[in-house]
């Protein structure tokens, strides 16, 4: 016979029981030392395989969330507006964009696809030399478990000097 913790930790090890409140959840933080790029996350994501050449790192949750943060050298020389325009016109078909915002550095979209939803938040840094970025995706089932998730997140991430930056971000 399972006791009760057994079976809820089961049941919530299946992704069956929405993501906790951002409050109740143990954080870690993860700095890129390449470019400096950080943010603050649920301990419950787990870190893929980092890159060859060390620009990122993608994360895993076991409720089908998934989030990438990076860093890259602004290789197009995009200023802020060309590199919104960059992002949005290379998106994924059937994406539904329902959310935008931005700053003098930074800009966010967010929307659907499918029963995903989306949320990325990119910003250039160090002179516009560098791109930061973070996307996060879980299923839209899980949208109200994950706004205090991701608003905190989103608010942790930073730009930062790393190995291959110069100046302050």
Do not use: C
Request: charged share 20%.
């Amino acid at each position: 016979m399972f006791s009760r913790r057994q079976i809820l930790s089961f049941v919530a090890g299946a992704g069956l029981i929405p993501a906790l409140p951002a409050a109740a959840q143990t954080w870690k933080s993860f700095r890129n030392a390449r470019f400096g790029t950080s943010i603050e996350y649920p301990d419950r994501f787990r870190p893929g395989r980092p890159p060859e050449n060390g620009g990122g790192l993608s994360f895993a949750g076991n409720d089908g969330a998934n989030f990438l943060i990076y860093g890259s050298h602004n290789a197009l020389e995009h200023d802020l507006a060309g590199l919104e325009s960059f992002i949005k016109e290379n998106r994924e078909s059937g994406e539904t964009i329902t959310y935008e915002t931005r700053g003098p550095n930074w800009f966010v979209i967010s929307g659907t696809r499918g029963d995903t939803e989306f949320y990325e938040r990119y910003l250039l840094s160090h002179n516009r030399s560098i791109v930061n970025g973070f996307v996060i995706t879980y299923p839209v089932r899980l949208r109200t478990a994950y706004d205090q998730i991701v608003t905190r997140m989103s608010r942790s991430f930073r730009a930062g000097r790393g190995n291959d930056t110069e100046g302050t971000p």
